[in-house]
């Protein structure tokens, strides 16, 4: 049987190399609940939000939430205002993680972070998915183009001014290409509300 001081140095080895882990993680490995708990009495683990773990000494990035989203929520990917945000095409800085689910998908409970759920169609969900990772979790967010078209898609959740603000940025820091923006608007059923700006923005280039 694994002892208690083995266990907690596998815990801390796995949240080293991970970043952040649920209690069910830990489970597969061989980790008792009984050893977190102590771990995070202790004081070498904090608990993030119900069943989700990591070192109290662990560096935060910037993107922290959408690393705690992820781990919340695994089939989900990052999605609208919070995706524009991490590609730096908008001043806003969400205070809910936007989160794409699939129109079957289990929805979260209310906890941390505090998420935004938009049910996408299973085509458009999977659609120009990245994976980046953000405090060695691997988080899946919508690529650029797909992003600004989907900001229209849902212009009134997110707002018009904010779905313009990420075209003309997306343009002007040249991380999407009016063809590719106008690839995704089609597919996304946007293209005839896409179209006008993105022939305005690109008429002088």
């Known amino acids: 049987m694994t002892t208690l001081g083995t266990?907690?140095?596998?815990?801390?080895?796995l949240l080293r190399s991970q970043g952040m882990m649920r209690l069910s993680e830990f489970k597969v490995n061989g980790i008792t609940a009984a050893t977190i708990g102590r771990?995070?009495?202790?004081?070498?683990?904090?608990?993030?939000a119900r069943g989700?773990?990591?070192l109290s000494d662990a560096p935060l990035d910037a993107n922290h939430s959408l690393a705690e989203a992820?781990?919340?929520?695994?089939?989900?990917?990052v999605c609208l205002v919070s995706a524009l945000a991490y590609h730096e095409l908008t001043d806003q800085l969400p205070r809910t993680v936007w989160m794409a689910i699939g129109s079957r998908d289990w929805m979260p409970k209310e906890g941390r972070p505090a998420m935004r759920i938009v049910r996408f169609t299973d085509a458009l969900l999977t659609d120009d998915v990245l994976t980046v990772y953000v405090e060695?979790?691997?988080?899946?967010?919508?690529?650029?183009?797909?992003?600004i078209a989907d900001c229209f898609?849902?212009?009134r959740k997110v707002g018009q001014t904010v779905a313009l603000e990420g075209?003309?940025?997306?343009?002007?820091?040249?991380?999407?290409?009016?063809?590719e923006i106008a690839r995704h608007a089609e597919?996304?059923?946007v293209a005839t509300v896409v179209r006008p700006y993105l022939e305005a923005l690109t008429a002088n280039a």
């Open 52 to 54: 989700l773990y990591q």
């Open 7 to 13: 266990q907690r140095d596998q815990a801390i080895e």
């Open 70 to 77: 992820a781990k919340r929520v695994p089939k989900g990917v």
């Open 187 to 189: 597919r996304g059923g």
């Open 136 to 147: 060695n979790v691997p988080v899946k967010i919508f690529g650029v183009a797909k992003t």
């Open 39 to 48: 771990m995070v009495r202790g004081g070498d683990v904090i608990r993030l």
């Open 153 to 155: 898609r849902h212009r």
């Open 167 to 179: 075209l003309q940025e997306a343009l002007r820091q040249r991380k999407a290409s009016p063809a």
